[in-house]
């Protein structure tokens, strides 16, 4: 690499150490003080056997991702939940994780290949081929989506439209890639020869590089950080400290000259909130670098110190403004700046019992406690930040219960019993005000003020001083007291404030409270909707809203007439308030014997700082809170002092309500995409997180389904199961409290449908509608035209009968017959009489037979007989009807068949003795055969045209059977159908 760089930063880390036992002895020039935060371990020591954290990463929807040796897992807070590897032979051991845009997790392992979290676990990226093996040092996304991955001597690596791209020395400053980060439309990589820029123009790499040789402090870039200035980032160096660059010129801007002797290699740096930068280095563990009085101000946070060798590898910020540390000692620690408790070197601990509090203007904080007056400066290190002052009368220990100051320096001191005192820092002069001066009371609760007017709150009424600017004598201070006689309910005073539109508010013991505007007071009690007239604190927000606390009754909100009240309802855990104040961000820091709770008037909930144990003893007196001013409210208590920095309005105040999975029929659901459920898919379960990081345990869940629930339901558990839903539209709705309030809370949902079975799907109705409908229709249409084929049928069949008997009883049939007759009478007498019989039982059996819609098959053989014999008697054997027909009884025909069939012979054929008309009839593969010789007729005699179509459509209608017919050269053949009786 850079050989010379490594002499020159091992001479630094000689010069850090000497310098860092230097400031533990006390001997500095102030740029660390100590600070004490209270660190919650996340991994126990069995835990820790069983799985090392490497990375770790806050996704945006607040879930803690963490890449183990073990694998991929999320942190809610209580439990450790592993994904899966969709290949189980994929290496387990991670090393980093970054999160895409569009919320998907990746991350690298210790065998050099990509992930992606699908929804069936870890699997292989496509974007970064098997063939490649070079040692991943990082891997981040750009705004675009595309990842980017830095190795050990092989340079960067981009997937950018669909292709993989390569970029190593000289492109960039060097191979060795410690460190990717993203800021808009930039990228910038931290290598071992400086900061390199990279972004895309028009399709081109755009290249700018940053060098020692360019003024940073060091050659090796190791860790990068965004900064509150939206161009400029922080860059963090192996042994040169820290500096601040302008990205866009790529000029340094902030390099503090002591910064690099002070540090150890920067393994991360997290800006927490604008002016607070979070240091982890390996020679001091975490530091925190802030701005004080316009100068850099870097904290050692001790605690983490105290377990020998320790580092911090990994720094995150989570959505409630939590920090996380990766300890390589201690695993997973997280702490929150809402709360400090700042060392106090030099002060026994037994003798804190802080009675009184005050930051003044130049961030002082002084503080009082039964051994008398501290001097505390938050910007010095060691024993130097902390001075006594013994304030005295008559050789004895005053009780300082109150302290203000209207200039920084000057100090008023109110005591139990003694009155007030005045000490100026700069002259050393003391001033002492009691009864005998014209004090109205000796026992002073509270001080306030604003411009030469000092408020006093007493147990004698309140007293207003009007001081000119350099006291030296009484003579210097106007003294004006305010009791009953005034119009106050009482003279037990606790506290005065003065609000920004001028009026005094007074907090009385039993009489409400009271207000001083244009000369006249007005009193607010029970009359007013207090529950109780004891007021003990007062402050007030930036829109002018005045707020005050009861001794047991909660807290209230005043602006005109209108009185809001605020107690267990919203959350607050402990009625028995010693003092509450307003702090910058208009949330109200209420402080109480149970410890401190937040109120946020914009969403009407409370919540309570990070679990720490100093809170539950802390004890405070009434009133014992002074804001500083960056804003930070410092609070006194039995065990020491203690400050609360505001957490910015990002910061999330309520649960981060997510939902981690549902499942239908068992199997996971990609939820996120899939919106449509088939109706077998119709049991479904829902697991959800609130996610809590300060305090899970005591989380609540409220959710929903609508479309089924007509309620909501409150449980412990993050899981809902529905087994057996209908079809239709369902929206599946959670949220999460920490105080069993649910109103305004944001809502977690997913929308979804269960689709009907497809018999119950409308186009299958409208089908089964249509297709019932059309049959119905066809039916109808079916079932009259068979009526209207009966009908046709039984007029063909009645015409029929008509015609048959028109037939046998035409002119002709008659002429014809009669003429037979009396030729037989002549000749053959007795024939004669046969032939009358015959033609009788002929008619005869026309008659019987016409109704019938079948007859025997042998009966239809006698009718058949008759017919015979009448036309044989006419044509004699020129006509000759030959029967080949066995069992004649085991069918049916309709009547009249065979007769037609045979006159349709007759009627259509030359009959002679050179011709003579042959019909056969006999039985074939089950049909009935009617054949006569073809030899037809010239002229053809006139037709009724029903006989053989008749037969047809009888058949047809009536049995469903087709009749034959052939007209062959030779041959004429019907062919009937038999019917089995």
Same mark, same amino acid.
């Given at each position: 690499?850079?050989?010379?760089?490594?002499?020159?930063?091992?001479? !630094?880390?000689?010069?850090?150490?000497?310098?860092?036992?230097?400031?533990?002895?006390?001997?500095?020039?102030?740029?660390?003080?100590?600070?004490?935060?209270?660190?919650?371990?996340?991994?126990?020591?069995?835990?820790? !056997?069983?799985?090392?954290?490497?990375?770790?990463?806050?996704?945006?929807?607040?879930?803690?991702?963490?890449?183990?040796?073990?694998?991929?897992?999320?942190?809610?807070?209580?439990?450790?939940?592993?994904?899966?590897?969709?290949?189980?032979?994929?290496?387990?051991?991670?090393?980093?994780?970054?999160?895409?845009?569009?919320?998907?997790?990746?991350?690298?392992?210790?065998?050099?290949?990509?992930?992606?979290?699908?929804?069936?676990?870890?699997?292989?990226?496509?974007?970064?081929?098997?063939?490649?093996?070079?040692?991943?040092?990082?891997?981040?996304?750009?705004?675009?989506?595309?990842?980017?991955?830095?190795?050990?001597?092989?340079?960067?690596?981009?997937?950018?439209?669909?292709?993989?791209?390569?970029?190593?020395?000289?492109?960039?400053?060097?191979?060795?890639?410690?460190?990717?980060?993203?800021?808009?439309?930039?990228?910038?990589?931290?290598?071992?020869?400086?900061?390199?820029?990279?972004?895309?123009?028009?399709?081109?790499?755009?290249?700018?590089?940053?060098?020692?040789?360019?003024?940073?402090?060091?050659?090796?870039?190791?860790?990068?950080?965004?900064?509150?200035?939206?161009?400029?980032?922080?860059?963090?160096?192996?042994?040169?400290?820290?500096?601040?660059?302008?990205?866009?010129?790529?000029?340094?801007?902030?390099?503090?000259?002591?910064?690099?002797?002070?540090?150890?290699?920067?393994?991360?740096?997290?800006?927490?909130?604008?002016?607070?930068?979070?240091?982890?280095?390996?020679?001091?563990?975490?530091?925190?670098?802030?701005?004080?009085?316009?100068?850099?101000?870097?904290?050692?946070?001790?605690?983490?110190?105290?377990?020998?060798?320790?580092?911090?590898?990994?720094?995150?910020?989570?959505?409630?403004?939590?920090?996380?540390?990766?300890?390589?000692?201690?695993?997973?620690?997280?702490?929150?700046?809402?709360?400090?408790?700042?060392?106090?070197?030099?002060?026994?601990?037994?003798?804190?019992?802080?009675?009184?509090?005050?930051?003044?203007?130049?961030?002082?904080?002084?503080?009082?406690?039964?051994?008398?007056?501290?001097?505390?400066?938050?910007?010095?290190?060691?024993?130097?930040?902390?001075?006594?002052?013994?304030?005295?009368?008559?050789?004895?220990?005053?009780?300082?219960?109150?302290?203000?100051?209207?200039?920084?320096?000057?100090?008023?001191?109110?005591?139990?019993?003694?009155?007030?005192?005045?000490?100026?820092?700069?002259?050393?002069?003391?001033?002492?005000?009691?009864?005998?001066?014209?004090?109205?009371?000796?026992?002073?609760?509270?001080?306030?003020?604003?411009?030469?007017?000092?408020?006093?709150?007493?147990?004698?009424?309140?007293?207003?001083?009007?001081?000119?600017?350099?006291?030296?004598?009484?003579?210097?201070?106007?003294?004006?007291?305010?009791?009953?006689?005034?119009?106050?309910?009482?003279?037990?005073?606790?506290?005065?404030?003065?609000?920004?539109?001028?009026?005094?508010?007074?907090?009385?013991?039993? !009489?409400?409270?009271?207000?001083?505007?244009?000369?006249?007071?007005?009193?607010?009690?029970?009359?007013?909707?207090?529950?109780?007239?004891?007021?003990?604190?007062?402050?007030?927000?930036?829109?002018?809203?005045?707020?005050?606390?009861?001794?047991?009754?909660?807290?209230?909100?005043?602006?005109?007439?209108?009185? %809001?009240?605020?107690?267990?309802?919203?959350?607050?855990?402990?009625?028995?308030?010693?003092?509450?104040?307003?702090?910058?961000?208009?949330?109200?820091?209420?402080?109480?014997?149970?410890?401190?709770?937040?109120?946020?008037?914009?969403?009407?909930?409370?919540?309570?700082?990070?679990?720490?144990?100093?809170?539950?003893?802390?004890?405070?007196?009434?009133?014992?809170?002074?804001?500083?001013?960056?804003?930070?409210?410092?609070?006194?208590?039995?065990?020491?002092?203690?400050?609360?920095?505001?957490?910015?309005?990002?910061?999330?105040?309520?649960?981060?309500?997510?939902?981690?999975?549902?499942?239908?029929?068992?199997?996971?659901?990609?939820?996120?995409?899939?919106?449509?459920?088939?109706?077998?898919?119709?049991?479904?379960?829902?697991?959800? %997180?609130?996610?809590?990081?300060?305090?899970?345990?005591?989380?609540?869940?409220?959710?929903?389904?609508?479309?089924?629930?007509?309620?909501?339901?409150?449980?412990?558990?993050?899981?809902?199961?529905?087994?057996?839903?209908?079809?239709?539209?369902?929206?599946?709705?959670?949220?999460?409290?920490?105080?069993?309030?649910?109103?305004?809370?944001?809502?977690?949902?997913?929308?979804?449908?269960?689709?009907?079975?497809?018999?119950?799907?409308?186009?299958?109705?409208?089908?089964?509608?249509?297709?019932?409908?059309?049959?119905?229709?066809?039916?109808?249409?079916?079932?009259?035209?068979?009526?209207?084929?009966?009908?046709?049928?039984?007029?063909?069949?009645?015409?029929?009968?008509?015609?048959?008997?028109?037939?046998?009883?035409?002119?002709?049939?008659?002429?014809?017959?009669?003429?037979?007759?009396?030729?037989?009478?002549?000749?053959?007498?007795?024939?004669?009489?046969?032939?009358?019989?015959?033609?009788?039982?002929?008619?005869?059996?026309?008659?019987?037979?016409?109704?019938?819609?079948?007859?025997?098959?042998?009966?239809?053989?006698?009718?058949?007989?008759?017919?015979?014999?009448?036309?044989?008697?006419?044509?004699?054997?020129?006509?000759?009807?030959?029967?080949?027909?066995?069992?004649?009884?085991?069918?049916?025909?309709?009547?009249?068949?065979?007769?037609?069939?045979?006159?349709?012979?007759?009627?259509?054929?030359?009959?002679?003795?050179?011709?003579?008309?042959?019909?056969?009839?006999?039985?074939?593969?089950?049909?009935?055969?009617?054949?006569?010789?073809?030899?037809?007729?010239?002229?053809?005699?006139?037709?009724?045209?029903?006989?053989?179509?008749?037969?047809?459509?009888?058949?047809?209608?009536?049995?469903?059977?087709?009749?034959?017919?052939?007209?062959?050269?030779?041959?004429?053949?019907?062919?009937?159908?038999?019917?089995?009786?």
């Amino acid at each position: 690499m850079y050989p010379q760089s490594w002499n020159i930063n091992k001479w !630094k880390g000689l010069i850090a150490l000497l310098l860092l036992i230097v400031l533990q002895l006390g001997g500095s020039e102030g740029l660390f003080a100590n600070h004490g935060y209270f660190y919650k371990e996340h991994q126990k020591s069995g835990e820790q !056997k069983r799985f090392r954290i490497r990375a770790m990463h806050v996704t945006r929807n607040g879930l803690l991702w963490l890449a183990t040796d073990k694998g991929l897992c999320y942190y809610d807070g209580v439990n450790y939940h592993f994904t899966n590897y969709a290949d189980s032979t994929a290496g387990k051991p991670l090393q980093n994780i970054c999160e895409s845009p569009d919320g998907k997790i990746y991350v690298s392992d210790l065998r050099n290949q990509i992930f992606l979290l699908g929804s069936k676990g870890l699997e292989k990226a496509v974007i970064w081929p098997d063939t490649l093996h070079p040692k991943i040092t990082d891997i981040a996304f750009d705004r675009h989506g595309h990842l980017w991955v830095g190795t050990a001597g092989d340079g960067a690596y981009v997937w950018h439209d669909a292709e993989l791209m390569h970029f190593a020395m000289p492109a960039i400053s060097d191979n060795y890639i410690n460190d990717i980060h993203s800021v808009g439309e930039y990228i910038f990589l931290g290598t071992d020869n400086g900061l390199t820029r990279m972004r895309w123009v028009d399709g081109e790499m755009q290249v700018a590089i940053l060098r020692y040789e360019d003024g940073l402090p060091d050659y090796i870039v190791s860790s990068i950080a965004s900064s509150s200035d939206s161009q400029k980032i922080w860059l963090g160096f192996q042994a040169g400290g820290i500096c601040e660059v302008d990205w866009m010129q790529m000029k340094i801007m902030t390099l503090d000259s002591v910064s690099s002797l002070l540090f150890g290699e920067i393994n991360d740096m997290l800006e927490y909130e604008p002016g607070v930068l979070w240091i982890a280095d390996d020679a001091n563990g975490l530091i925190e670098r802030s701005e004080y009085h316009s100068r850099p101000l870097y904290r050692v946070i001790r605690p983490i110190m105290k377990n020998t060798g320790q580092r911090i590898l990994d720094l995150e910020k989570d959505g409630e403004c939590n920090l996380w540390l990766l300890s390589s000692e201690k695993g997973l620690l997280s702490t929150n700046r809402q709360i400090t408790v700042p060392e106090l070197p030099g002060v026994d601990e037994k003798s804190l019992e802080i009675t009184a509090v005050h930051a003044d203007a130049d961030g002082i904080i002084w503080y009082a406690n039964h051994e008398g007056l501290y001097r505390y400066d938050p910007g010095v290190s060691g024993e130097e930040s902390i001075r006594f002052i013994g304030i005295s009368h008559a050789d004895r220990k005053e009780l300082i219960i109150s302290i203000y100051s209207l200039e920084p320096g000057k100090l008023w001191l109110g005591t139990f019993g003694s009155g007030l005192y005045y000490y100026d820092e700069q002259s050393g002069r003391v001033l002492h005000i009691s009864e005998k001066d014209g004090l109205i009371n000796n026992n002073i609760l509270s001080i306030t003020g604003r411009g030469n007017e000092l408020w006093l709150a007493t147990l004698g009424g309140a007293e207003r001083l009007i001081v000119n600017n350099q006291v030296k004598s009484l003579e210097d201070i106007r003294l004006k007291g305010y009791t009953t006689r005034h119009g106050l309910g009482t003279n037990y005073i606790y506290q005065v404030h003065v609000a920004r539109d001028g009026s005094k508010w007074f907090a009385t013991d039993g !009489k409400g409270i009271s207000c001083l505007k244009n000369g006249e007071i007005v009193t607010f009690d029970e009359r007013n909707g207090l529950n109780s007239n004891a007021i003990v604190s007062i402050t007030e927000d930036s829109r002018g809203r005045i707020w005050f606390a009861s001794s047991e009754a909660g807290i209230y909100s005043i602006r005109g007439d209108t009185i %809001k009240k605020y107690d267990r309802s919203c959350g607050i855990r402990d009625l028995h308030i010693t003092s509450i104040t307003a702090d910058k961000y208009d949330r109200i820091v209420i402080v109480h014997e149970s410890g401190i709770d937040i109120l946020d008037p914009k969403i009407n909930h409370v919540t309570f700082p990070v679990e720490n144990p100093f809170l539950t003893s802390l004890k405070s007196d009434l009133n014992n809170r002074s804001v500083d001013p960056y804003g930070n409210i410092w609070i006194g208590g039995k065990d020491g002092l203690l400050y609360y920095a505001p957490a910015l309005p990002s910061c999330r105040e309520v649960p981060a309500t997510i939902l981690l999975e549902v499942n239908a029929m068992l199997q996971p659901l990609s939820f996120r995409e899939v919106k449509v459920l088939p109706y077998s898919k119709n049991h479904l379960s829902f697991e959800f %997180k609130g996610l809590w990081y300060k305090n899970p345990e005591k989380v609540r869940y409220q959710y929903k389904l609508e479309g089924f629930d007509l309620e909501w339901h409150v449980t412990a558990d993050n899981a809902a199961i529905y087994p057996s839903l209908h079809p239709g539209r369902y929206i599946f709705k959670v949220r999460s409290s920490i105080d069993g309030n649910f109103k305004n809370l944001p809502i977690e949902g997913y929308s979804f449908r269960i689709a009907p079975p497809f018999w119950q799907t409308p186009w299958f109705i409208i089908g089964l509608l249509l297709f019932i409908i059309g049959s119905i229709y066809s039916y109808v249409r079916f079932r009259e035209q068979r009526l209207k084929a009966i009908e046709h049928l039984e007029k063909e069949k009645i015409d029929f009968q008509l015609q048959t008997l028109r037939s046998q009883v035409n002119p002709h049939f008659l002429f014809n017959s009669f003429n037979t007759l009396l030729n037989m009478i002549d000749v053959d007498q007795k024939g004669a009489s046969d032939y009358v019989q015959r033609l009788s039982d002929f008619f005869r059996n026309i008659l019987t037979y016409k109704e019938k819609e079948l007859i025997l098959l042998s009966e239809e053989l006698k009718i058949l007989d008759d017919y015979y014999y009448l036309q044989e008697k006419r044509f004699g054997s020129n006509f000759h009807i030959e029967l080949k027909i066995q069992n004649p009884e085991q069918y049916c025909i309709p009547p009249m068949t065979l007769q037609l069939l045979v006159e349709n012979a007759l009627k259509h054929n030359i009959i002679s003795a050179s011709k003579p008309l042959k019909v056969e009839i006999y039985i074939e593969d089950d049909r009935l055969i009617v054949r006569n010789n073809l030899q037809l007729k010239r002229k053809v005699e006139q037709s009724t045209r029903i006989g053989l179509s008749n037969i047809v459509n009888r058949y047809r209608m009536l049995f469903d059977m087709e009749v034959e017919v052939y007209s062959g050269k030779d041959y004429f053949t019907v062919k009937l159908p038999l019917i089995k009786c």
